[in-house]
C-alpha cells in the first residue's frame, strides 16, 4: 500500500544571526523568505525621518508573516539579496523586493532612534510592500 505523504509548505523562512564588524553591538539577521511563485510577500514598510526603511508589520498569511517572529521590532532593511538598501527610500526598496524573485535574502538590523535632544519627530507613515506584480 502506498501512503501519502505530506509536503511541507513552499512558503518558508529561515534565519541566521550575525554581527557588523564595523559596529560590534549592532547585531544583523539575515532572514531568508520563501515565497510561492506570483504571490505578495506581504512586508509592511515605512521610512523614518532618520532615512532608511523600516518593517513595520507584515500582512497575516504572507511569507513574510511566516518569519515575523525572526525579525527585530521595527527592523531596518539593510540589504535585499545581497544589493544595499541604506540609504533607498521605500519606493526603491519595494522596487528591490519586487524584483527579488522567490527566495529572498533580507539582513536586517534593529532600528535605533537618534540620540538628539531635537523631540520633534513626525510620525512615520505606514506603507504596505506591493512589489509583487
Same mark, same amino acid.
Given at each position: 500500500q502506498e501512503q501519502e505523504q505530506e509536503q511541507e509548505p513552499e512558503t518558508t523562512a529561515t534565519v541566521a544571526v550575525t554581527t557588523t564588524s564595523t559596529e560590534p553591538s549592532v547585531k544583523r /539577521?539575515? #532572514? +531568508?523568505?520563501? /515565497?510561492e511563485e506570483g504571490k505578495p510577500l506581504g512586508l509592511k514598510i515605512a521610512q523614518p525621518p532618520?532615512?532608511? +526603511?523600516?518593517?513595520?508589520g507584515t500582512n497575516e498569511g504572507s511569507a513574510a508573516a511566516n518569519a515575523e517572529g525572526r525579525f527585530y521590532k521595527k527592523s531596518v532593511i539593510v540589504s535585499v539579496n545581497g544589493e544595499s538598501?541604506?540609504? %533607498? &527610500?521605500?519606493q526603491e526598496v519595494v522596487a528591490m523586493l519586487g524584483n527579488a524573485? &522567490?527566495?529572498? $535574502?533580507? #539582513? +536586517? $538590523? %534593529?532600528? /535605533? %532612534?537618534p540620540k538628539s535632544s531635537d523631540s520633534t519627530s513626525t510620525p512615520v507613515a505606514e506603507e504596505q510592500e506591493q512589489a509583487q506584480e
Open positions: /539577521r539575515t #532572514v +531568508v523568505i520563501n /515565497r532618520t532615512g532608511g +526603511v523600516i518593517i513595520v538598501a541604506e540609504n %533607498k &527610500d521605500t524573485g &522567490d527566495h529572498i $535574502e533580507l #539582513v +536586517v $538590523e %534593529k532600528y /535605533r %532612534k
